[in-house]
Structures are given as C-alpha cells and as structure tokens.
C-alpha cells in the first residue's frame, strides 16, 4: 500500500471514534438550552418503558397550568412488550422531538429501560445547534451523561410524567415541591436545595459540574462512548431495587475506573434497597459502603440528598456548575 | 504469548481457598475427598468454613488467605471453593509478585471471573474457568464436566463437543479464549481488571439476571467495542433468568443473537459452560478452535 492510500484509509478513523473519545469536558463551550417562556411547548416522548396516555394525563394538566403548551409524542401509548414501541418507533419520536425547532423541551414519559438500545443511532447534530432542555431520570441517565460527555449542553435531572400525582390536593408537600421544582428549573430560576444535618457527611465545600444519576445507568456506561466523566464534578447517585452487594460492586466500579477519585463533591440520594436475601446478610449498610471508598479523599459528602425513585426527588440542572456546603447544620446546594 | 502454570503431577498440594461468599464445611468436603482421589493433597485454607456475614472471612482475612495460597511454594494450584461476591473488593490488595514468577492455576468461575480476568488482562496467565467445591457434591464428582477439570489440571487437552442450536451462527475460527460471567465482565469494565476480547473467542454465561438487565450488559459489551472483533462468541447457560412483570417479549438468548448477528463471525448457544451442572473446564487465555456446523459444535484446545 503506498503512503497516499493508507493516509486516506486511516483518517477517517482517526477523526471520528478517537477524537470524540479524547474530547474533554474542558474543550466543549458549555450550553445551557433557553429557558422557557409561557407559551412555549414541551414535547413528551418515551425512549424507553411504556406509558399510557391516561398515565401522562396529570403531567400534561400541570404543565399546561404551567403555562406551557404540550406535544405528545407518537410513542405515548404505544406498547411493544416492556417497550414504548419498537426501537424504531422510539428513536424516530426522540429525534423528531430534538429536532423540531418548535418543541423547547422534552420530557420523558418515564423510565424502565431501553433508552441505551437507541442512543447510538440519535443525530444530535440539530440538537446540537439548538439545544432544548432534556428531562428525566433512571433510565434517562443514559441521555443525561450522553448529552453531557459529549456535547456539554445542560439537562434537567427530575421526576417524568409517570411521577405527577393525579391528584395534587392530596399529595404530599414534598411531592408537590418536587414537582414544582421542575417549573423553576425550566423558567429559569436559581436553584437551592437544603438537606437537614447527617452526622455521617463529610464536611467541606466544592464547586463543580453536577453529573450523576442512577447508579446502575453509571455502571452500564463505563467504556462506551457515553461514559461518565467525573474529574472535577459534583457527582450525585440514586438506585431503586439493587441489593447492597450489588450496590458495593457497582460503587467498586466506579472506584477501580477511578471515578471517585477527583471530585468536588459526592451527593448520596436516595437509595430504595432490596433487602438481603435469609443468611446473606451483607453486613455494611449504605454508608459504609460509601464511605470505605472514598476515605482517602477529601471532598464533602452529603448523605440522604432528596434525588431518586421517591416522592421527593429535586429537579436538578444536570451538567451546569453547582456550589455544594456541607456544614455542621445540614447542606446545601444550589447552582452557581 | 500466554503464560501456562505447571500442570499438576501426583500428590501436588491443591490449596482451597474462599475469596467471596461464605461456605459451610460438609459442602466441600466430597470435593476434597475427590481431589485427593485424583492422586492430588489438599491444603484447606482459613476461609473456608468461615464466615464473617455475607462473606467467608473480612476483607483482610480473604486477601491474607489468598495471598498466601498464591505465595506459597508448595501449592500448586488454588482452587476457590465457590464464588457469590467478594473478589472484586480485594483484588486491588493482591501483591502478584511472588505469583508472576511462579504461576500458578487458579481455578473457579463465576465472581472468580474477576481473577481470570485480572491475571490475563495483566500478565497474560492463564487461569481455569471450572467447577468449583459444589458441582461436587451430590454425585456429581464423577461427571464429565467436573472430570474435565483433572484432565485440564493433568494437562490434557480438551476436545468438546455438544449439541447445535438453532439460534448458532455456523462457522469456524482460532484465537485465543476470555471470558466468563457476564455481570461480572460488565462489572470490571473501565477497571484495571477489564477485558480484552480483540481476536478472541469470548464466552459468557449468567445466572439469576433478570433477561433485560441480559441485555442492557450486552449493550454495554457492544458499546465498549467488546464485540466487534471477537473471532467468535459461546454463549453459555443463561439459567434462572428473570423477567418483569411487563414481559421483555425474548428470551436471554434471543436478545443476545438480536446484538450480535450482524456481526460474521461463528455464535454458538446453549454452550456448557455456566451455573448449570453441565459446565465444562475452560483455560482462560489458552488458544482453542471452535468449529460451529450444522450439525455439532466442536471447542478444541490448541
């Protein structure tokens, strides 16, 4: 093969999978999508579990109330086994939803999984030029810690439509505040969490990028194109129905792929565990577990933060810099 | 290339050892009786039989006892009792110096996927992915699969064969063979104990997962790049799956050939190797061939 011909076949590969795998956080001018005005629309799209339209009824009334306009997706309905649809059907109704200029906001039907089946094949080429706000968690880590690793824009971390209650007057403060919380985060205002003392956080103060989400997500990412990058981050973690041991290796993890060892802060949201089989008692409870990773660092750690699959779970903006204090008298965090 | 321990000759010391979960006395006993019946002695470590809740001794007390099976001398293979969860938390305490110099076969499966993958990710020594002190008991001492594990300790090649699938992709390829538990192989990536499948055949089996957590393993498997240049694909037993209560519409298997039949190379399923009585010894890190026709299926050592 002469010079000219294996210069020509092997730059293509070198421009396209090892330069995005080498871009660093520090080369993206970070985007944070327009906030939202009343008026504007919010698309609904499901990537991945399935949802019914009765389900997404009460997110739809409150977001209208809010002001907003709604766009339900194709996908919303629709059912293929565990699936929102086939994978097709999905990805055609989230690319539909980031690239029509009209939508200013997507939010997720709800979680369950699938979403990392379609990531691959999403053109984030519009969304790149014109970013909107992305919302969800659980299974929509994978489109936060995408979207974040590769193309820097920020996204909101947040209940989805399947968290709204039918019925507001019944449900409790802290639901409705967390529901809440997504309004601010889309409209624009400066966000502020406070969580009540735990004599087990480690105190200190960092500013950072928040990142995070759900821990098995995390897990699920390592090595692939939309790995976590944690250096110089707040991270925070969530799971639902993983037992401890699963958690521990999950969190060993992390550690082994040096995950934990640059961070400006760790926030421990919620974890719903399944309780340890008869006679395999793990013996660690989630805050030795935690701590016997990252003892030999010296960020603040905020134990019990109200992120996760509970009633109370804060819209966080994902990506976007964030002061977190852990003193004495509880923590607090809000963007910076 | 690879390094292979010694094989083992007559009244070799075997040291049994448990890094991970807790196992009670009378369940490794028959293996014991077996091993000596194989013309091998066997050195019981502190682990076995210990327990210290979920696991079969502290961190410390685990990492103390592996050391020193791996440390000495006069031990010529190491065999872990069972596996559960507990390698990954002491693996990065493991001091391979003495064992670099004089390797040694490590012997299990399952959690112990970790230091199959471990030792050849970073020094290229070979381990067996085998039966451990349970697939003994009841019987079962005599059966081919944990026979396989004398032949491959004595040094014996191994020539399995075993039925076709329908599900198989038929070919034939070389190389060189990694693998093991899949939660396990998702669990390390990223880690200094991560594999490399580039021109390798790689095996995979699991047990107890639920089948969508199957396959969003296998999409980080593919994700990472770990299944695009494989020479071949086994997939083992995928036993005792578990589904959601909105079903996940395919079956393990289903969902692994939907991931990887674009690709040309040879798959064969239902393949014995996993958390079934029908698990044959496998060498990690040891050149085999696997022929996948039409009507058998054949995985050679070289």
Request: proline content about 4%; charged content about 25%.
């Amino acid at each position: 093969m002469n010079r000219k011909n294996f210069l020509s076949s092997i730059i293509p590969l070198a421009v396209s999978p090892i330069a995005f795998h080498n871009k660093t956080v520090s080369e993206f001018i970070k985007q944070i999508p327009s906030y939202l005005k009343k008026g504007d629309v919010i698309g609904i799209t499901c990537p991945s579990g399935h949802i019914t339209l009765e389900e997404c009824q009460p997110a739809i009334n409150k977001m209208k109330e809010w002001g907003f306009e709604i766009r339900v997706g194709n996908t919303v309905g629709l059912k293929d086994f565990t699936f929102a649809g086939a994978d097709e059907e999905r990805l055609k109704d989230l690319q539909q939803m980031l690239d029509d200029d009209s939508v200013k906001a997507v939010m997720m039907g709800r979680g369950g999984y699938g979403a990392v089946r379609i990531i691959d094949r999403i053109d984030f080429t519009r969304f790149e030029q014109k970013p909107k706000w992305i919302i969800g968690f659980s299974d929509a880590t994978v489109l936060h810690v995408h979207i974040n690793h590769n193309y820097g824009i920020a996204t909101i971390h947040s209940k989805m439509c399947n968290s709204f209650p039918e019925d507001f007057a019944k449900a409790e403060p802290s639901q409705i505040n967390s529901i809440d919380s997504i309004r601010q985060c889309l409209v624009g205002e400066r966000m502020k969490y406070e969580c009540t003392a735990n004599e087990l956080n480690r105190l200190g103060e960092g500013i950072g990028d928040l990142v995070g989400g759900n821990l098995s997500i995390i897990e699920n990412l390592a090595g692939s194109v939309s790995n976590l990058s944690t250096e110089g981050k707040i991270l925070f973690i969530e799971d639902v129905g993983e037992y401890l041991y699963r958690i521990d290796s999950m969190l060993w993890n992390l550690k082994r792929s040096k995950k934990l060892s640059k961070l400006k802060g760790l926030v421990v949201g919620q974890f719903r565990i399944k309780p340890d089989d008869p006679g395999e008692e793990f013996g660690k409870d989630l805050y030795e577990i935690v701590m016997e990773k990252v003892k030999e660092f010296h960020y603040p750690v905020c134990f019990n933060f109200p992120v996760g699959h509970v009633k109370e779970n804060y819209a966080l903006k994902y990506g976007v810099k964030h002061r977190l204090v852990v003193g004495e008298a509880g923590a607090i965090l809000f963007d910076h | 290339m690879t390094i292979i321990p010694p094989y083992l000759k007559p009244g070799d010391k075997i040291g049994l050892v448990c890094p991970a979960g807790y196992m009670p006395v009378e369940k490794y006993q028959t293996c014991i009786e077996t091993l000596y019946d194989w013309g091998f002695q066997v050195v019981v470590g502190k682990t076995p039989g210990h327990q210290f809740n979920y696991f079969s001794g502290t961190d410390k007390e685990r990492l103390d006892d592996l050391q020193q099976m791996m440390d000495d001398p006069k031990i010529k293979a190491v065999l872990c009792a069972r596996g559960g969860y507990g390698s990954g938390r002491i693996i990065d305490q493991l001091d391979f110096k003495k064992f670099i110099k004089h390797p040694k076969w490590i012997i299990g499966f399952s959690d112990i996927t970790v230091l199959h993958s471990h030792l050849f990710s970073n020094y290229k020594i070979a381990s067996l992915h085998a039966p451990m002190a349970a697939a003994f008991n009841d019987d079962e001492f005599k059966n081919q699969y944990v026979e396989s594990l004398r032949d491959a300790l004595t040094g014996k090649k191994a020539n399995y064969k075993t039925e076709t699938n329908e599900l198989n992709q038929t070919g034939k390829a070389k190389g060189i063979l990694v693998g093991g538990n899949l939660s396990l192989l998702a669990n390390i990536t990223g880690t200094p104990s991560d594999i490399n499948t580039k021109n390798k055949i790689l095996f995979i089996e699991d047990v107890g997962e639920y089948i969508y957590n199957v396959d969003r393993m296998m999409y980080q498997l593919k994700r990472s790049g770990r299944l695009d240049h494989l020479k071949a694909l086994i997939v083992g037993s995928f036993s005792e799956m578990k589904d959601t209560a909105i079903p996940f519409g395919q079956t393990a298997e289903e969902a692994i050939k939907a991931l990887v039949k674009e690709y040309g190379y040879p798959v064969c399923f239902g393949f014995p190797v996993g958390h079934k009585k029908e698990n044959y010894t496998l060498k990690v890190g040891v050149k085999y061939q696997l022929n996948v026709s039409d009507t058998f299926v054949e995985l050679k050592e070289l």
